[in-house]
């Protein structure tokens, strides 16, 4: 069992950063293909952003591409989302998501619970 835990979220202007944290106790992250997604309300949950195991491979969605950067440091367990230049529409839940195995569209067998990104304008 992988249980991830989410953190980083907040308040922040448009045009704004934050940094969000994806950690994990127990097993090692470095196994996982880790990705980011969000749900805004009254939205369908979107993909994000992915990182793949060795963390050689990334993956983004068009509304994020040059704005937003995933990392992953192994050692600590942890994969990062940088965000810049934050828009009103990135408003949403974000969830950190774990699959056992690579590609841009795969099956998430663990999830986070979220934390909260509100842009205001």
């Known amino acids: 069992q992988v249980q991830l835990v989410e953190s980083g979220g907040g308040l922040v202007q448009a045009g704004g950063s934050l940094r969000l944290s994806c950690a994990t106790s127990?097993?090692?992250?470095?196994?996982?293909?880790v990705g980011w997604f969000r749900q805004a309300p009254g939205k369908e949950r979107e993909f994000v952003t992915a990182?793949?195991?060795?963390?050689?491979?990334?993956y983004y969605a068009d509304s994020v591409k040059g704005r937003f950067a995933i990392s992953r440091d192994d050692a600590k367990n942890t994969v990062y989302l940088q965000m810049n230049s934050l828009k009103p529409e990135d408003t949403a839940v974000y969830y950190c998501?774990?699959?056992?195995?690579?590609?841009?569209?795969?099956?998430?067998?663990?999830w986070g619970q979220g934390t909260q990104v509100t842009v205001s304008s």
């Open positions: 998501a774990a699959a056992g195995l690579p590609g841009a569209i795969v099956k998430y067998d663990y």
């Open positions: 127990g097993r090692t992250l470095s196994t996982y293909q």
């Open positions: 990182i793949s195991r060795s963390g050689g491979g990334t």
